[in-house]
């Protein structure tokens, strides 16, 4: 299939932030990868209504934890498919010196333009700061999300979520799906929640994939780990029940918040939001699969053996990580499980909550982040 290029024009975007027009070159890709996964299976009855979603928050949520873990099947396999995942990557204009090659994953409820929103760019766009720092960005829908392959709500999870993102770090490291960039001088995941926890497992089973990692929305710290607070907060619905037009023809294993509220409960804090932001991005959530929210034991235990810098930054009030309080919670334990990495920082960002790139500083966040890349040679 032939790539379309187009350059964005800046200027009316951005403002003073890039100062040259076109700043930026962009590309989309649809790739065709072929993956094999040690998945896991299902063991819920697949819902028919919302009735059985509410039965299964309450049975992923028990107090005991053999109830809780009865809705995964104790036997996993392995799957090998072939599926076809839509990215986009942005390059400077003017190639810099250097090229460090974001991969960025993002996380539950949302697509690929959680980096790239239809917002204010200078404010809330990941990529534009990316590329204006100089560093190249590959960004992609998640398998079953978006322009990417459509998998079952029942399929789509951690396992085969990792396998692609292996697949296309080793593709991007090799110069392929990076326009005419050529091999990269390094390659950093940099994700979003979900998408932290993908590039996490992806560089702890292959330390030597990548050359650094950034995980945003997240945290490693199960003392505070507020999963079910979660699930029971953000009211689970079927998604093709929801919005028959939009998601008609996805399975019932993909859900989807109730309401902008419930929304807004787990994404967002107040002050530190705008409600047209938040209005925004209900508008453009992204149904997620059942099989990517139940806990998955399958992931290397820390130390991680990976060497490269390591980041975590999460909003200062995040809900889903934190319990809503990331303080002196980001550090522990993640400096040791990222013992072996030449570089560790945690940062609870302030005036943010769990969707930290939609939060009204979130280009502090931004700046947070390729800081700590350029001051430790990526
Ligand atoms: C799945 O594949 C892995 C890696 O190739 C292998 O070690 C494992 O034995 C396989 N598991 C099953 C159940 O086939
Ligand atoms: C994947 O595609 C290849 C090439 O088209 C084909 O040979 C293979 O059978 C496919 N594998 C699966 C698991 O569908
Ligand atoms: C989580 O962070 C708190 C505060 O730093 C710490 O006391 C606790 O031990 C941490 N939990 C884990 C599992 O490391």
């Not at 398998?143 to 951690?158: D, F, H, I, R, T």
């Not at 399975?251 to 989807?256: E, H, I």
């Not at 409600?275 to 991005?281: D, F, P």
Request: hydrophobic share 40%; aromatic share 12%; glycine share 8%.
């Amino acid at each position: 299939m032939r790539p379309t290029i187009h350059i964005l024009l800046a200027a009316a975007l951005t403002g003073a932030a890039h100062p040259t027009k076109d700043f930026k070159v962009c590309q989309d890709y649809t790739i065709p990868l072929k993956i094999t996964s040690n998945n896991l299976a299902f063991n819920f009855p697949k819902f028919q209504n919302n009735f059985d979603v509410a039965d299964f928050v309450d049975t992923i949520t028990s107090r005991d934890a053999t109830t809780a873990a009865s809705v995964v099947s104790s036997k996993r396999q392995n799957v090998t498919a072939n599926y076809s995942i839509s990215a986009t990557f942005c390059k400077p204009a003017k190639q810099g010196k250097k090229n460090t090659v974001l991969i960025a994953t993002h996380g539950l409820n949302f697509d690929r333009s959680y980096w790239d929103p239809d917002l204010d760019k200078a404010e809330y766009s990941f990529v534009d700061w990316a590329v204006g720092q100089g560093y190249p960005i590959f960004y992609y829908d998640r398998l079953g999300v978006g322009k990417s392959s459509e998998v079952s709500g029942y399929v789509a999870q951690l396992a085969n979520q990792v396998a692609v993102a292996k697949e296309l770090a080793k593709l991007a490291k090799a110069g392929q799906y990076v326009a005419d960039l050529g091999k990269p001088d390094a390659v950093v995941l940099v994700g979003h929640s979900f998408g932290s926890h993908v590039s996490l497992v992806t560089v702890a089973e292959s330390p030597q994939l990548v050359d650094g990692v950034v995980l945003t929305g997240f945290s490693l710290n199960s003392t505070y780990l507020n999963l079910d607070g979660f699930i029971e907060a953000v009211a689970l619905r079927v998604a093709a029940e929801q919005q028959p037009g939009r998601w008609g023809k996805l399975d019932t294993g993909y859900l989807t918040p109730v309401d902008l509220y419930a929304n807004v409960g787990s994404f967002f804090k107040a002050p530190d939001y705008s409600h047209e932001v938040a209005k925004y991005a209900d508008s453009v959530k992204t149904p997620f699969a059942v099989t990517e929210l139940v806990n998955d034991n399958n992931v290397p235990s820390p130390p991680f053996a990976f060497k490269g810098p390591a980041m975590i930054i999460s909003g200062k009030y995040d809900f889903i990580f934190c319990d809503s309080d990331c303080d002196d919670v980001l550090e522990n334990p993640g400096r040791q499980a990222f013992a072996n990495s030449r570089a560790f920082t945690a940062v609870s960002y302030p005036g943010a909550g769990h969707g930290l790139n939609l939060h009204l500083n979130a280009a502090g966040s931004f700046k947070e982040i390729t800081d700590f890349l350029r001051a430790n040679g990526l």
